[in-house]
C-alpha cells in the first residue's frame, strides 16, 4: 500500500497520511522528528502544488503535530529547503537515476530535507540524518523507497560530509 497518490492527483492534494505498523502509537516521538514529519507534508504539498512558502508554512502550523515540534527547526527546513531547492536538487541530481522532478514527491521531499540537513545541520551527525530519512520514507514513502532514500543520502553525505564520512569508514575499517 502506497502513500503516493496516482499520478493524475491534483496540485494541492492533501500531503499523505503515514503508515505505522499495527500497535505503533503516534506518540514517543522526538520534537524534531516531528519537525521533520511536518516538513514532508510541507515539501509535499509544495512539490505538488507550486503554492507560497507562506501559505504552506501556515496550513502546517495549523497541524496537530506542530504543538509538539521543534518550530524552530521545522522553520528552518521548510523554508530551507524551498529557498534552496535548485542547489539541493543539484546536489541530488548526481546521485539519482532520473530528473528530481520525476521521482515521486514524497521520495523527493525526504531527499530535500536530507540533504538540507547534510547541507546546513553539521550538527547532526551524517548517519543520523540518513537515519531520520530512511524513517520518514517508510511512514510515508512507497514499499521500497526507503531502500532509494538510504542510497541516495549515502551517495550524498559522502558529497557533503567527506571528512565526516572517510572517518567513519576508517574507523570501521580499523575494527575489522
Known sequence: MSAVPPPDAPAGAPAPAPRRPAGKRAGGKSPRRRSRELAVQGLYEW???????????????????????????????????????????????????????????????VLLIGAWELANGLEVPYKVVINEGVELAKAYGGTD??????????KVAADLRRVEVEAARAQRAGRR
Open 47 to 109: 512539490l505538488l502544488s507550486g503554492s507560497d512558502a507562506g501559505v504552506i508554512d501556515a496550513h502546517m502550523r495549523e497541524q496537530e503535530a506542530y504543538a509538539a515540534s521543534d518550530t524552530a527547526f521545522f522553520d528552518a527546513l521548510l523554508h530551507g529547503c524551498i529557498r534552496e531547492a535548485a542547489a539541493l536538487d543539484a546536489a541530488l541530481a548526481r546521485h539519482v537515476d532520473r530528473p528530481t522532478r520525476d521521482l515521486s514527491p514524497v521520495e523527493h521531499a
Open 145 to 154: 523507497g526507503h531502500k532509494y532514500v538510504n542510497g541516495v543520502l549515502d
